[in-house]
């Protein structure tokens, strides 16, 4: 997600392995991977979402498990939640028409076709726990189904609908990534982007009324009438999540770029003959420096939305209501994270520098090459500096102790600027500094590399480590620490 600030305009082997197999090795990685089936209908008067969920998991771990366990971010939006869905700070751009409230309520739920007693639990009543009726075994597989409906809130947020846009974010009951044989609870955090999924196939039907455009996650199957509306299918394969955006005030913009077909929908943009066209770039950029974009389509929608951006495989929302200059960077930034969380996963909760900091470096790296933007690389980064610099010298007068470390859970950063300072600026002011240090060259190298050894996977920070270090030919772990530790606060930046 973009979160930029005002004052901070904030290889040959893996190339060549990743453009020769280009988008087969989804579909290879397809065959094994467990399944959601979502039929929705979406309501407009009542702003209700009804669905029904089939979740077909295969136990591929060296475990047994009795229960399954779901993240559901839906109820982040009650009334009553104790942890607020935005920072204060956020709160009158998110509630433009005052408070509202939103919550996702389960009518039945049952495994192989009988009824089970699900709970709901977690420190937000967010995890749904859905007991199997037995012992499932590694290599054993299971039919969960449920049925469900979704208030939305009115709320200019990743869940929720504005005057413009019907935001389908994180809506749907996700599983749980299982790590040692535990599945992983952490609750919603209105700190970057508290999610962590692993790669599955999607099919999803949406009845919806036929004057609505929308935009997905995936591909559109199969269109059919009927009473009422539209049923619209959609499916994508090895994606991480599925997210939609609906609009009646949807033009599009449509480019095919390499193997990909680019989208474009806004509702109101002066300038979207040059922000259809900074799509196209972008993609065309990143296809060069991470590898080829594996995916058919690719769809960046303008959005109410109170951040800049917000990434979701194959589908980026952008908010309208930036400055153009903003409005583009925040469409690089979440185009880049296509590979940056996208096909290469990593720990958002615990690890949110992984993909925040290094997609704000390739996306000043972008800018850096297309000069007809305005942008200089090393004075960004001048200016990063110094408002980091000044950012850490305010603090630290006022308190005894500050804390600058980067690797920490998003729900121990004791507010939203202190997140976005640590993964976002300092972020790309660490990246920045091993792309000096390693050179342009050797640093492209090794994205590629990280890229093509982590894809369809969630790579650790060791993972990202030892990428740059072998490429690099030197270990460059403790030079990782001192930043992520806060050791180091950016003196060696030039």
Same mark, same amino acid.
């Given at each position: 997600?973009?979160?930029? @600030?005002?004052?901070? #305009?904030?290889?040959?082997?893996?190339?060549?392995?990743?453009?020769?197999?280009?988008?087969?090795?989804?579909? %290879?990685?397809?065959?094994?991977?467990?399944?959601?089936?979502?039929?929705?209908?979406?309501?407009?008067?009542?702003?209700?979402?009804?669905?029904?969920? $089939?979740?077909?998991?295969?136990?591929?771990?060296?475990?047994?498990?009795?229960?399954? %366990?779901?993240?559901?971010?839906?109820?982040?939006?009650?009334?009553?939640?104790?942890?607020?869905?935005?920072?204060?700070?956020?709160?009158?751009?998110?509630?433009?028409?005052?408070?509202?409230? +939103?919550?996702?309520?389960?009518?039945?739920?049952?495994?192989?076709?009988?009824?089970?007693?699900?709970?709901?639990?977690?420190?937000?009543?967010?995890?749904?726990?859905?007991?199997?009726?037995?012992?499932?075994?590694?290599?054993?597989?299971?039919?969960?189904?449920?049925?469900?409906?979704? *208030?939305?809130?009115? @709320?200019?947020?990743?869940? +929720?609908?504005?005057?413009?846009?019907?935001?389908?974010?994180?809506?749907?009951?996700?599983?749980?990534?299982?790590?040692?044989?535990?599945?992983?609870?952490?609750?919603?955090?209105?700190?970057?982007?508290?999610?962590?999924?692993?790669?599955?196939?999607?099919?999803?039907?949406?009845?919806?009324?036929?004057?609505?455009?929308?935009?997905?996650?995936?591909?559109?199957?199969?269109?059919? *009438?009927? $009473?009422?509306?539209?049923?619209?299918?959609?499916?994508?394969?090895?994606?991480?999540?599925?997210?939609?955006?609906?609009?009646?005030?949807?033009?599009?913009?449509?480019?095919?770029?390499?193997?990909?077909?680019?989208?474009?929908?806004?509702?109101?943009?002066?300038?979207?003959?040059?922000?259809?066209?900074?799509?196209?770039?972008?993609?065309?950029?990143?296809?060069?420096?991470?590898?080829? &974009?594996?995916?058919?389509?690719?769809?960046?929608?303008?959005?109410?939305?109170?951040?800049?951006?917000?990434?979701?495989?194959?589908?980026?929302?952008?908010?309208?209501?930036?400055?153009?200059?903003?409005?583009?960077?925040?469409?690089?930034?979440?185009?880049?994270?296509?590979?940056?969380?996208?096909?290469?996963?990593?720990? *958002? &909760?615990?690890?949110?520098?992984?993909?925040?900091?290094?997609?704000?470096?390739? $996306?000043?790296?972008?800018?850096?090459?297309?000069?007809?933007?305005? &942008?200089?690389?090393?004075?960004?980064?001048?200016?990063?500096?110094?408002?980091?610099?000044?950012?850490?010298?305010?603090?630290?007068?006022?308190?005894?102790?500050?804390?600058?470390?980067?690797?920490?859970?998003?729900?121990?950063?004791?507010?939203?600027?202190? &997140?976005?300072?640590?993964?976002?600026?300092? +972020?790309?002011?660490?990246?920045?500094?091993?792309?000096?240090?390693?050179?342009?060259?050797?640093? %492209?190298?090794? #994205?590629?590399?990280?890229?093509?050894?982590?894809?369809?996977? @969630?790579?650790?920070?060791? =993972?990202?480590?030892? +990428?740059?270090?072998?490429?690099?030919?030197?270990?460059? $772990?403790?030079?990782?620490?001192?930043?992520?530790?806060? %050791? =180091?606060?950016?003196?060696?930046?030039?």
């Amino acid at each position: 997600m973009n979160k930029k @600030i005002c004052v901070v #305009l904030v290889l040959v082997f893996a190339l060549s392995c990743l453009a020769a197999c280009g988008g087969d090795y989804i579909d %290879k990685a397809s065959q094994n991977l467990n399944k959601y089936i979502i039929q929705l209908s979406y309501d407009e008067e009542s702003q209700i979402i009804s669905g029904v969920e $089939t979740f077909v998991f295969t136990n591929d771990t060296e475990n047994t498990f009795d229960v399954l %366990k779901f993240h559901i971010f839906a109820n982040a939006y009650r009334q009553d939640a104790p942890m607020p869905i935005v920072a204060q700070n956020q709160k009158v751009k998110a509630y433009v028409n005052g408070y509202s409230y +939103g919550e996702i309520n389960f009518d039945k739920i049952s495994v192989d076709g009988v009824d089970a007693a699900y709970s709901i639990g977690g420190d937000d009543n967010d995890i749904l726990e859905v007991p199997l009726g037995k012992s499932l075994y590694p290599g054993q597989s299971v039919e969960v189904e449920m049925i469900f409906e979704i *208030q939305l809130a009115n @709320i200019k947020h990743r869940l +929720g609908y504005g005057d413009n846009t019907v935001n389908m974010g994180n809506f749907f009951p996700i599983l749980c990534v299982i790590r040692n044989g535990e599945f992983l609870t952490d609750s919603y955090c209105c700190n970057g982007d508290p999610f962590i999924s692993e790669m599955a196939n999607f099919e999803v039907g949406l009845i919806a009324p036929e004057n609505f455009v929308v935009g997905t996650s995936g591909d559109l199957i199969l269109t059919e *009438q009927i $009473t009422g509306g539209v049923k619209r299918t959609y499916a994508a394969k090895s994606v991480r999540d599925f997210a939609l955006i609906l609009s009646k005030n949807y033009t599009a913009q449509e480019k095919v770029t390499g193997k990909t077909t680019l989208t474009y929908l806004y509702f109101d943009d002066e300038n979207y003959e040059q922000n259809a066209a900074i799509c196209e770039q972008a993609l065309e950029y990143f296809n060069n420096l991470f590898g080829a &974009y594996p995916y058919p389509t690719l769809t960046v929608a303008q959005a109410d939305f109170c951040f800049g951006g917000m990434e979701y495989p194959r589908l980026v929302m952008v908010s309208a209501e930036q400055e153009n200059e903003d409005y583009q960077w925040s469409i690089v930034h979440e185009i880049a994270h296509q590979w940056l969380y996208g096909l290469v996963g990593n720990d *958002q &909760y615990r690890d949110a520098w992984m993909d925040e900091g290094l997609t704000e470096f390739v $996306t000043l790296m972008f800018f850096d090459a297309h000069s007809e933007y305005g &942008y200089d690389m090393k004075t960004e980064i001048a200016t990063m500096m110094k408002s980091y610099t000044t950012y850490v010298d305010v603090l630290s007068s006022y308190l005894n102790t500050f804390d600058t470390s980067m690797q920490k859970p998003l729900n121990e950063f004791v507010s939203e600027q202190e &997140y976005v300072y640590a993964a976002y600026v300092k +972020g790309c002011l660490m990246f920045y500094d091993l792309y000096d240090t390693m050179g342009e060259a050797r640093f %492209k190298k090794a #994205l590629l590399s990280y890229i093509d050894t982590n894809k369809l996977e @969630i790579a650790s920070a060791q =993972d990202m480590i030892d +990428g740059f270090s072998i490429v690099y030919g030197v270990d460059l $772990t403790g030079w990782f620490e001192a930043y992520l530790t806060g %050791k =180091d606060i950016l003196s060696q930046v030039k």
